[in-house]
Each structure stands twice: as C-alpha cells, then as structure tokens.
C-alpha cells in the first residue's frame, strides 16, 4: 500500500466518537509522506499529534511532557531501533508505544515486544485497524493505573508516579513489561490469572507465539521482589489455572 493510497482512505474519521479531548499522540516517523498520513488520521479521530523526524527530538519531546501513546516507525528494527524502543519504554514505563515497522518477521515482533513495545503494526497497514489498537492500549493504559500512587507490600514499595521501586530501601530494577505486569497484579490482587488473560492485558496479544513469556517474567518478578523466590508468598502459581498475586 502506497502513501497515496493510504490518503485516499483517510477521507472520514474512523468511529463516530471521538477520544477524550486533548489526547496527544506522539509520532516518530522520517518519512514526510508518511508524517502527513499519520497526522490526519489521527487529527480526524479528534487527537493532538506531535510529529517528530528522528530519534533524538522523540526522545527530547518525551522529557518536556508524557502522550498518551508514542507512534513509533523502524523501517528496519535492527540494533538501533531495539535501542530506541528500550530507551522510550525506559524513559516512561507504562506508556502505550506502538511500532510501524516493514518487517514482518516474527523474531523481529517479539524481540521489540519483550523490550517494551505494546503492539507492532506491519506496513502496509490498515488505517482503521492501527486506530482501533491505539484506542485499545490507551484504555488499556488507563485500567493499569492503581488507584494510589503507592503500592506496598512487604518489603517492596512501588512508586507508580514515579515508576520506581525499591525493595527494603534498594531500588530494584525492572523491565517495561515487568512494571506493567505488576500494575496489574497490583490492580487484580487475590484473584486467579491466566497467562491468556496476561498476555491480552499486558502484553495486548491475544494470540502470543509462546506462553512461555508469562512464566519467564514472573521468575524474574519473583527474584527480585521475594523474599526467597523458591517459596513465593506474594506471585503464586494456581497449577492448571495460572497465577495470583498475594500482596
């Protein structure tokens, strides 16, 4: 599909209602043809959009004040474009960041997912669809933040304003997906889990290439976050059904 003949479908919105008001996306995509695509479409929908050529005013723009999502086009992923997917999921953890890429390669997907993309988008893509996933993540987002700012249990508090946490006093590192993992434990405490219902809500796959990924992210939550990970009292494993978070 060329630029023009993504234009063409770009002549109504894509849903009669329109986001919130003042929702602002930040696309970073060097293509100019492609930067006023992107602009309209989204613009239609009733969305502010920032439109940025290149890596360093992305990540600039991202300093000075959070989108509610990031558009984010790596017309060949490679080393670089994992970099920048890192250091925007990094920057603010939790933030809907979704990649247009030309690759259609499945390692390419999970590799950018697993640091940190919520959604990976092949060009040539269809305009309604792109909007109906950005919709999805930002309300997705949104379901993800806890009611308090701190979260406490055991030793480990969670500061979600500030995407930190510390762990009797040490700050602990975590990836993207495990902060956002434990969002939704923190949100969803005491009750059973799947790995299906993770991947759809976390990662926002339905259909995910291996539900592996589930259990290697609450291993390493466990690590850092038990007391001794071998015995877990708060991340427990429900056999045949998935998981539960005991705060």
């Known amino acids: 599909m060329t630029a023009t003949t993504l234009a063409t479908t770009l002549s109504t919105p894509v849903s009669e209602l329109p986001p919130a008001p003042r929702e602002r996306i930040l696309v970073i995509e060097n293509d100019s043809a492609l930067q006023k695509i992107l602009q309209r479409l989204f613009s239609l929908e009733g969305y502010a959009v920032d439109v940025v050529p290149d890596a360093v005013s992305g990540l600039e723009r991202l300093r000075h004040g959070v989108p509610a999502a990031v558009i984010l086009d790596l017309p060949r992923p490679g080393s670089s474009g994992r970099d920048l997917c890192m250091k925007i999921a990094n920057l603010i953890h939790g933030l ?4 247009l890429s030309g690759s259609s390669d499945v390692a390419d997907k999970v590799l950018l997912l697993e640091m940190g993309a919520d959604d990976y988008v092949t060009i040539p893509f269809s305009p309604r669809e792109l909007v109906a996933r950005l919709r999805a993540l930002i309300r997705r ?9 701190v979260f406490v249990f055991a030793d480990v508090r969670v500061d979600f304003g500030k995407t930190e946490i510390t762990r009797a006093g040490e700050k602990i590192a975590v990836t993207p997906k495990e902060f956002k993992t434990l969002k939704f434990f923190a ?8 790995r299906e219902e993770l991947l759809n809500e976390v990662w926002g796959y339905r259909h995910y290439p291996c539900t592996r990924t ?3 992210h ?3 939550l466990r690590q850092k976050l038990e007391s001794d990970p071998s ?13 539960k978070f005991l705060p």
């Open 187 to 194: 949100n969803n405490a005491e009750r059973v889990i799947s």
């Open 231 to 243: 015995h877990p009292l708060h991340f427990l494993t429900v056999y045949g059904l998935g998981y």
């Open 141 to 149: 987002a949104s379901r993800l933040s806890p009611e308090s700012a």
């Open 218 to 220: 609450m291993l390493r």
């Open 214 to 216: 589930v259990d290697n």
């Open 96 to 99: 809907p960041l979704v990649i």
